[in-house]
């Protein structure tokens, strides 16, 4: 498997989880936000911060 595709499986289902999102309104925050695209091109470093180190990034983005 892509590692870059898997890390976006995993940071997507755990921010789905802590913020009790639907796939559906994840993917309605990912048209608007980008958000697979920002994990796809920060997986260099994010790849050394663990999950949730990247969670942490990915909601500060979003603010």
Sequence with gaps: MNPKIFMQA???????KK????VKKFLAL?????ILQFIEKGYEP??????????????????
């Design 19 to 22: 913020h009790k999102l639907t």
């Design 46 to 63: 994010f790849h050394l911060m663990g999950n949730k180190g990247v969670l942490k990034e990915l909601e500060n983005v979003l603010r």
């Design 10 to 16: 995993e940071i997507a289902n755990a921010f789905m």
């Design 30 to 34: 990912d048209k608007k936000h980008n």
